[in-house]
């Protein structure tokens, strides 16, 4: 796969349009840096202060945004060098993650937050490797 710089994920700060009875929230359009197809959006509840950790996508680009709460993000490349990025209602951004690169994340905010991953092609349980929290180490706060 060759070397994984960790510059190559990209965070995109994303629009909130105010309007009459609630704001607006942009995500993705296929026009966007980043959009690389699409094969299914979901969402994902993490809680205040749990952790998902360590997961590597083979051949899923990722594109997450929390438009509930705030979860730092940890990505991980070969040399174990760590990027951290937090994103959420208040800095509402887009991380565009290539893969190749093992990832967890944490709810930060007191309240559960929630998490939406456009990615370019559908899920599919062996595309992605999986370890222990406690495999990659890096501390957790």
Same mark, same amino acid.
């Given at each position: ?11 995109? &700060? ?6 009459l ?58 040399e ?17 993650? &290539? ?12 309240? &559960? ?27 957790w706060?």
């Amino acid at each position: 796969m060759g070397s994984l710089d960790l510059d190559q994920i990209t965070i995109t &700060p994303l629009k909130q349009i105010p309007t009459l009875g609630g704001d607006v929230l942009h995500a993705l359009k296929k026009s966007d840096d980043g959009f690389n197809g699409f094969g299914e959006a979901y969402f994902s509840w993490i809680l205040p202060n749990s952790i998902k950790a360590w997961k590597k996508h083979t051949q899923m680009t990722m594109n997450l945004i929390v438009p509930i709460g705030l979860v730092k993000f940890v990505f991980c490349n070969h040399e174990n060098q760590f990027r951290e990025e937090c994103i959420g209602t208040e800095s509402y951004s887009r991380l565009t993650v &290539p893969p190749g690169f093992w990832f967890g994340f944490q709810g930060i905010s007191s309240d &559960p937050s929630l998490i939406l991953n456009i990615s370019n092609i559908l899920h599919d349980p062996s595309e992605a490797n999986r370890l222990n929290v406690s495999d990659i180490h890096y501390t957790w706060n």
